[in-house]
């Protein structure tokens, strides 16, 4: 069975601080993990995935997440936050064929000025 | 270029009322096709699925239904509506490449059951 859990219900930063938002996750397949962001009242947007090539995983706005599997583990981080970033976030566990995906109950994320 | 079309964007309804939610998608063919609910608060859960027209799963008991009359049209219904089916409504569509699917979601309905 596969399941997610994101460790922080809220993270607050100040601007120009490093973001870090955790997601561990538990699958008995060689899973593939996203991570989305959601604006207030918008769609889900794709930031990054990692889908067993590289671990170190590069995605949009300058986020990245590192898969760790020893520690089943899948962070999100970015070196330097931005206002713009202030939204919630959710990491996703997905099996082949992405019928079985599990989101994380989310995390918000506050950027103060 | 591949988009998504939720409508309508916002609705509010009488509990015991019938919904209709419409979800269209652009630039792609056969593409699997995913009904969320996201409540107040809460994560998103996936609510129906569907490889092709016609061929709609269930992930939860509920009130409501779904239906992909046209290969780009899912659909979310019900008959009489609860308090409870208050929440966000996203729709998102994937194409199955391996193990890479990528689910790509809608602008949202926002639901809000009176």
């Known amino acids: 069975a596969q399941s997610v859990t994101q460790l922080d219900s809220h993270v607050s930063v100040s601007e120009g601080t490093p973001v870090l938002l955790r997601c561990n996750y538990s699958?008995?397949?060689?899973?593939?993990l996203f991570w989305y962001v959601q604006h207030p009242n918008k769609g889900l947007q794709l930031l990054l995935k990692?889908?067993?090539?590289?671990?170190l995983v590069k995605g949009i706005n300058g986020f990245e997440a590192e898969f760790k599997k020893s520690e089943t583990s899948f962070h999100l981080t970015k070196p330097s936050a931005h206002m713009s970033d202030a939204a919630e976030y959710f990491c996703?566990?997905?099996?082949?064929?992405?019928?079985?995906?599990?989101f994380g109950a989310g995390t918000r994320l506050f950027v103060k000025a | 270029s591949q988009t998504i079309h939720q409508w309508p964007a916002t609705l509010v309804q009488p509990v015991g009322s019938p919904l209709s939610l419409e979800c269209t998608v652009e630039?792609?063919?056969?593409?699997?096709l995913y009904w969320y609910r996201q409540a107040a608060g809460r994560g998103l859960q996936l609510l129906f699925y569907?490889?092709?027209?016609?061929?709609i799963s269930s992930e939860v008991p509920q009130n409501l239904s779904a239906s992909r009359p046209q290969d780009r049209q899912f659909i979310l219904s019900s008959k009489k509506l609860l308090l409870s089916d208050s929440g966000f409504y996203l729709c998102?569509?994937?194409?199955?490449?391996?193990?890479?699917?990528?689910?790509?979601f809608g602008p949202g309905t926002r639901l809000t059951v009176l």
């Open positions: 630039g792609t063919s056969n593409p699997n």
């Open positions: 996703v566990v997905s099996d082949t064929g992405g019928f079985k995906t599990i």
């Open positions: 569907s490889v092709g027209i016609g061929q």
């Open positions: 998102a569509w994937s194409i199955e490449s391996g193990s890479t699917d990528t689910q790509y």
């Open positions: 699958s008995s397949y060689s899973p593939s």
């Open positions: 990692y889908t067993s090539a590289a671990t």
